[in-house]
Structure formats: structure tokens, C-alpha cells
């Protein structure tokens, strides 16, 4: 193992000059503690989502090419401005973007996946006992174009470096102080979590909690590099991401989520007949849509309708192939529920405890809340409920598995 430690910074943690010297401060406390450090980070505040309004008032249909251009100037913004601070405070400091660092991509802009890195120039720099800043969320492709990984992506950079580096370990500070048992904001007896293992958070991450890009888990857990989530702004502990511990055997539930950003469609009046809902998935796959939560009814009268989720951004597309594949097969109207939510409950306990789905069933009936639809997965459960009653459904759920409670 190196003596290098890879630190990724969010957004909101160097939104303003004053923050990024707070960061800068942090940084160089570990440099003097002999640490070699490589530090990862977004673009400043909203800046992606700015970027991204940006080019939608000049085009709806902007290039993915020009895309990945524009959005990834803001992590070159703000590995420039970090590095002067750390100058600031007398430590070297050298920032790069992804292209000169050597994060080598596939084509597939504002969604490339990292084929390798180089890491000969970050070596040679830490070798000079400077700080390497790395923009993150960005790479280059084999023809030298400029791709980004993905909303989120500069987890995944830090991750990625943390790997080829042989990281100590792979911290990644955001605005919260780790992972907690709900959203804080909806829950406020919402608990820290002090571990989770790499399957919870990728379940979590997949199910609706924003703290950690899912590839970003998918590739520490591939190569069992722990992640600690922890907080810009304090010095607390945060929460510690790796293989399953051993005290978590006896939770069973570690956490609620909450989804907003799905919708349920539904074809109406389906033929119910062998190869018709592989006729109309297939019609849907193509069109790179990927579904969730899929509900057919039992038909009384020889056809049945069929619903099923997809996330927001998807739904033109997806309504466009959904009314062509009911029109080929023979099915009926199709119409979008956009007034939906899913909650969910996600342990690695669930393996091996029974009840926990009666449980969340029942935190739902005692708030009057009906269940539209139901989903698991080896560690998770998930009902998708009316959008209203999203709130109140967290927090039934969180009280009836006793999460605020210290273990
Ligand atoms: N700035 C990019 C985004 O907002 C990447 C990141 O924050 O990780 O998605
Ligand atoms: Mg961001």
C-alpha cells in the first residue's frame, strides 16, 4: 500500500472562495501529517446544472460532443481555483483536468466508462511533494475528445485514481456527515450510519439516495476499496462503505429511501396471450430505456393492463415506443401517472429475517396509505405509493424499525 490518500471534494464543499480555503486548509493539515495527497473535484456549487440550462435555451437537442465541451469547464474552474488556494497557504499544489492526467475513456460522451489511467504524471508530481488536484466527472477518449462520466461522475474518478493509486483510502466529503438511516430532512431522528456494506449502498444509491454516484460503489466493491463518507465542514467520523462488517448480522433494516423521480406508465388492455409483453419490452429496450417495477393485472375478459416505472427523464421516449408496441400488439391506450413515489427499505439483514416486508406493509396501512405497486430484491423492498403521502410514508416506515434508536 501507498501513503496516498485520495480525497474527493463535492460541489457544495467549495461553493464559495471562503470554502475553497477551508478545503485548501483541510488538504494541507493532512499534507503536514506526511500524507501524499491527490484531491478530486466537482465543478463549484450548481455549476453542471447551470451549464446544463445553458445549452437547453440555445437547443433542446444540444450534442453530446459540445455537451461534454461545455459541462466539463466546470471542473477545469475549479481544480484551477483550489490549487491557488493551496498556494495561498504556502504548500505546492498542481491541478490538471482528466485529458492531462491521463483518465482514459470510451466515446459514449456524457456517459463514458474509464478504460484505464495513466498514472506516470500524478506519480512524478507526488514524487515532487506536490498536491495533485484532479478535475473530476471527465476523461478523454482515445482521439483525444473530451467525455464526461455521468451525473456524479467525480466519485467515480476519485474511486478510479484510488485504485490505480493503491489509495490508503478514499475519502469523499460532501455536505452531510455520512450516510444516514433516512433523509435527514424528511426524518429528523434520522441516524448516522457508521458502516454499510458495498451491496446496501449500492441498493441505496439505485433506490433514491444521492450521496454516492452508484458506478462509483460498483467499482469499489469490484475491487474492495473501502470508501469513507464524511462531511467538508466538521471533523466527524462519517460513515465507513466496505465489505459486509460483522455487527450488522443483527440489523436487519439500515435504511428508508425515497424515490421521486420515477413514473408509472401503463398500457391499457393488453392481449393476455404468450409474447406480448416480450414484444412490447423489446420495442422499449431499444430504445435504450431501461424499466423498473413491472405490474401486469390478471386479465378477466382476455386482455390486462400493464404497468410499469421509468425514471422521468425517459418518459417521452419511453411513451413514444410504449404506444407504438400497444398499437403492433393489439393493446389499448397508454397514459402516464407522474403523481407517484417509491419508498423503500434496504439491509443486508433481510437475507436471512422474515416479516420485514409484513412490517412495511404494515407502517403503510396504519397511515392509510395504499401500495400501488411492490418490488424486492435480496436486501431491499420498495412500494411505490401516491406522491402526497411520500413524506409520511419515510417517516411511518423509519419509526416502525426503530432507526432512530442508537445500536
Ligand atoms: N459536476 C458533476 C455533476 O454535477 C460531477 C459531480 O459533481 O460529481 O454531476
Ligand atoms: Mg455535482
Known sequence: MSNII?????????????????????????RRKGYDLVVVVSALGDTTDDLLKLAYKITPSPSERELDMLISTGEQTSVALLAMAIHKLG????????????????????????????TARIKRELAQKRIVIVAGFQGVDLLREITTLGRGGSDLTAVALG????????????????????????????????????????????????????????????FNIPIIVRSSFTDKGGTMISPEAKHMEKVVVSAVTLNKNETKVTIRDVPDKPGVAAKIFKKIAQEGINVDMIVQNISRTGTTDLS???????????LKAARKASKQTGGGNVIADR???????????????????????????????????????????????????????????????????KR
Do not use: W
Request: positive net charge.
Open 163 to 222: 485504485k490505480v493509486l493503491k489509495a490508503k483510502s478514499c475519502e469523499i466529503y460532501t455536505d452531510v456527515e455520512g450516510v444516514y438511516t433516512a433523509d435527514p430532512r424528511i426524518v429528523p431522528q434520522a441516524r448516522k450510519l457508521q458502516s454499510l456494506s458495498y451491496d446496501e449502498m449500492l441498493e441505496m444509491a439505485s433506490l433514491g439516495a444521492q450521496v454516492l454516484q452508484t458506478r462509483c460503489v460498483e467499482l469499489a466493491k469490484r
Open 6 to 30: 485520495v480525497q474527493k471534494y463535492g460541489g457544495t464543499s467549495i461553493a464559495s472562495p471562503k470554502r475553497i480555503s477551508i478545503v485548501a486548509r483541510r488538504i494541507v493539515g493532512y
Open 91 to 118: 504548500y505546492e499544489a498542481i491541478s490538471f483536468t482528466g485529458a492531462q492526467v491521463g483518465i482514459i475513456t470510451d466515446s459514449s460522451h456524457t456517459k463514458a466508462r474509464i478504460i484505464k489511467i495513466n
Open 308 to 318: 410499469f416505472t421509468v425514471v422521468k427523464e425517459n418518459l417521452a421516449k419511453t
Open 339 to 405: 403523481a407517484i413515489a417509491r419508498v423503500s427499505v434496504v439491509g443486508v439483514g433481510m437475507r436471512s429475517h422474515s416479516g420485514i416486508a409484513a412490517a412495511m406493509f404494515e407502517a403503510l396501512a396504519e397511515n392509510k396509505i395504499n401500495i400501488e405497486m411492490i418490488s424486492t430484491s435480496e436486501i431491499s423492498i420498495s412500494c411505490v405509493i401516491r406522491k402526497k403521502f411520500a413524506q409520511r410514508a419515510v417517516r411511518a416506515i423509519h419509526k416502525k424499525f426503530k432507526l432512530e434508536k
